[in-house]
């Protein structure tokens, strides 16, 4: 019988203790009591992938690694059985476990050895929103928000005030409130000082949504001015602030708001864009097709042939026949376009991003909390050479961004894309920078 640590060798071995989920091929469930744990419910190993706010805070929303002697032996079918503990009053090491390690058989139990504790302030603008709803749902949920801000225009689907109402008869400690702006009168720096003072994150999925036919492009100033207006008052109102940005097109709007921060002297570990969804949707289709769950860094942008799929850093993925390849990353690139055309022109993601954009905001709120939590996001960058914006595996830690992760071997396949994709990339990074060249922030 084999265990294995859920967290895995693709840079997450930073991270700080956690839940360990292990698997009995043989069909038995084994489990580890440890002294001075108190138990918690198991999180079936197919569940590990996502958020569980109710029972498991953070953890279960990190992605686990199934050892590579797992896709080698070609069980790929059996349901893995029950979670299991590793470690006896110590931390765990997350890094990829590869030994076998033999554990008392006993009832299934699953102990966290640490958790994230928190009470913390999150703003969610455009909280109305398709996206919005969804998102400050799964926000006011999570263990570590004491209080959920919810700002939208006068002009949104439901009133802010009703999101607000209908959060509130939510069981549990989160406070949530409500600001309304009118729509081309008022601007979120006179407004919004008491939804944005002491924030540890903001939230952005306010602005226009891509419709059949657009570019990413054609968002790009309607966008960043919608953004903009937010991010300023964030420097003004809580300027120590996570700020974590939805709205497309983010290869642009991320550095020219990143760029803007900069101007007005503040910290640019802060300003995170978000490109969870495609880390979410290259875990679901590896999954679909393997049967395994899996963690599959996505780097590059966030938008078309930006977007570059490692799947040869995975087990799960690297399993994949290499002709299968290409299908899938392009499958990966285009998940956005199949939902557009889906809601005919209502709409574009808006569960799959909220449920993304919540994993990534929790592992925002779990770095401040002190325990450091990696995930890949839209950040300045250097890690490669010529993109000063790039999305890879980030440490999220007390100040925000702690570490841009190296983005490791690459196959032929995904080193092709890569060289493919800077120079679009950089055309994208450049319209965000020339936004911010002429503008600043209110003060
Ligand atoms: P939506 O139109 O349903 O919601 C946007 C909300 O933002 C509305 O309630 C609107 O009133 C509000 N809003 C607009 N301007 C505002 C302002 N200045 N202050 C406060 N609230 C404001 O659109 P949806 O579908 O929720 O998408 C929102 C954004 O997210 C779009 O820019 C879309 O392109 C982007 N998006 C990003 C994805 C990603 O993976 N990064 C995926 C899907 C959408």
């Known amino acids: 019988m084999a265990f294995y640590g859920s967290v895995g060798a693709q840079g997450y071995a930073s991270m700080a203790p956690r839940t360990i989920a292990a698997t009995s091929y043989a069909g038995a469930t084994s489990v580890g009591t440890i002294p001075g744990y108190a138990p918690q419910v198991a ?3 197919a569940y590990a992938g996502q958020p569980t706010y109710a029972a498991q805070p953070t953890y279960a929303a990190q992605p686990t690694y199934l050892p590579a002697t797992y896709a080698a032996s070609g069980i790929s079918s059996l349901a893995p059985r029950a979670a299991t503990v590793l470690s006896v009053g110590q931390p765990v090491n997350m890094g990829f476990v590869s030994q076998p390690v033999i554990a008392p058989v ?3 139990v699953a102990v966290a050895p640490a958790e994230p504790e928190g009470n ?3 703003c969610v603008v455009g909280g109305a929103g398709g996206i919005g709803q969804p998102f400050s749902l799964l926000m006011a949920q999570c263990p570590l928000v004491s209080e959920l801000a919810i700002i939208d225009l006068n002009v949104a689907m439901v009133p802010a005030e009703g999101v607000q109402a209908d959060l509130s008869h939510i069981e549990g400690k989160c406070k949530v409130t409500s600001t309304v702006l009118v729509l081309n009168e008022d601007k979120a720096i006179d407004k919004a000082a008491d939804a944005l003072t002491g924030c540890d994150l903001v ?10 036919g657009q570019d990413r492009k054609d968002l790009l100033n309607i966008n960043c001015d919608i953004a903009k207006g937010t991010v300023e008052a964030c420097a003004k109102y809580c300027p120590n602030a996570v700020v974590a940005l939805i709205v497309n097109p983010v290869n642009s709007v991320v550095p020219a708001m990143c760029e803007l921060w900069k101007k007005a002297g503040l910290d640019p570990r802060k300003i995170v864009g978000i490109s969870t969804l495609d880390v979410v949707r290259a875990n679901k289709f590896v999954q679909e097709l393997t049967g395994m769950p899996c963690s ?18 995975d087990p799960a993925g690297a399993s994949i026949a290499a ?4 299908a899938l990353d392009e499958r990966v690139q285009n998940a956005g376009t199949e939902v557009v055309k889906a809601k ?9 991003m909220a449920y993304s954009g919540a994993r990534l905001g929790k592992a925002v709120l779990s770095g401040l909390a002190g325990v450091p939590t990696t995930e890949c996001a839209y950040v300045e960058s250097t890690v490669v050479p010529g993109l000063p914006y790039f999305a890879s595996k980030v440490v999220f830690g007390r100040d925000g961004v702690q570490e841009v992760l190296p983005i490791g071997a690459l196959s032929a396949h995904e080193q092709k894309r890569l060289e493919e994709l800077t120079p679009i990339l950089q055309a994208e990074i450049a319209d965000g920078l020339e936004y911010a060249k002429t503008r600043q922030f209110a003060k």
Not at 203 to 212: I, N, Q
């Open 296 to 313: 599959i860094p996505v780097i590059g942008g966030h938008a078309g042939k930006t977007i570059l799929p490692l799947f040869s850093q």
């Open 43 to 45: 999180q079936p190993f």
């Open 106 to 108: 006993a009832a299934p």
């Open 323 to 326: 002709d299968m390849i290409p």
């Open 203 to 212: 939230l952005v999925p306010a602005g226009v949504p891509r419709k059949p």
């Open 120 to 122: 913390f302030k999150v």
């Open 344 to 352: 005919n022109g209502k709409g574009s993601a808006t569960l799959s």
